[in-house]
T-cell receptor, first 112, second 111 residues
Framework: GENVEQHPSTLSVQEGDSAVIKCTYS??????FPWYKQELGKGPQLIID?????GEKKDQRIAVTLNKTAKHFSLHITETQPEDSAVYFC???????????FGRGTSLIVHP | NAGVTQTPKFQVLKTGQSMTLQCAQD?????MYWYRQDPGMGLRLIYY???????DKGEVPNGYNVSRLNKREFSLRLESAAPSQTSVYFC??????????FGDGTRLSIL
């Protein structure tokens, strides 16, 4: 089955810095890669996603890159703000499978 | 625009008691899921329902049962609660190879 590894488990940055979270996956058939943000006391919410026919996707300060050959994808947050502090999860899935595989999460702390 | 609604939000049980966690979605999604989240363990899948009328075990099904009552509702039952089941439980739904939508969780403590 699919295995998703996520690093780092904790990331501490100063406000205004960039933050990068990396995930690797094992199943070359995986073709959908969402990123979720979980704020304290809430459920995970989708912030950006990418499919395997695209190498990069941006949405304001957030971008995701995908390297299918190396089987890894990354979340980039620029100009971080204190409200970006949360736990971030990556996931991988493929058509025909009902079960996405999640990484273990990264706790991002943005210091004002 | 409620999305995924979980009830209750908090619950304290004694060891051996039973309880049902409720989940309902209003997005006409085919698939529904139950996860538990423990510190440092990420999201672990307990059970899922790919479509109405079907349910399957996930990674950690022991001690739990589920019912897909209809397309909207998917409940999780603890027949005899144990302290190891103290956790935060999340319900999610989706259709096809699309992002999951999560509820805000049920925080369950078992004494």
């Amino acid at each position: 089955g699919e295995n998703v590894e996520q690093h780092p488990s904790t990331l501490s940055v100063q406000e205004g810095d960039s933050a990068v979270i990396k995930c690797t996956y094992s199943d070359s058939a995986s073709n959908y890669f969402p990123w979720y943000k979980q704020e304290l006391g809430k459920g995970p919410q989708l912030i950006i996603d990418i499919r395997s026919n695209v190498g990069e996707k941006k949405d304001q300060r957030i971008a995701v890159t995908l390297n299918k050959t190396a089987k890894h994808f990354s979340l980039h947050i620029t100009e971080t703000q204190p409200e970006d502090s949360a736990v971030y999860f990556c996931a991988a899935s493929r058509g025909g499978s009902y079960i996405p595989t999640f990484g273990r999460g990264t706790s991002l702390i943005v210091h004002p | 625009n409620a999305g995924v609604t979980q009830t209750p939000k908090f619950q304290v049980l004694k060891t051996g008691q039973s309880m049902t966690l409720q989940c309902a979605q209003d997005m006409n999604h085919n698939s529904m899921y139950w996860y538990r989240q423990d510190p440092g363990m990420g999201l672990r899948l307990i059970y899922y329902s790919a479509s109405e009328g079907t349910t399957d075990k996930g990674e950690v099904p022991n001690g739990y049962n589920v019912s897909r009552l209809n397309k909207r509702e998917f409940s999780l039952r603890l027949e005899s609660a144990a302290p190891s089941q103290t956790s935060v439980y999340f319900c999610a739904s989706t259709s096809g190879n699309q992002p999951q939508h999560f509820g805000d969780g049920t925080r369950l403590s078992i004494l």
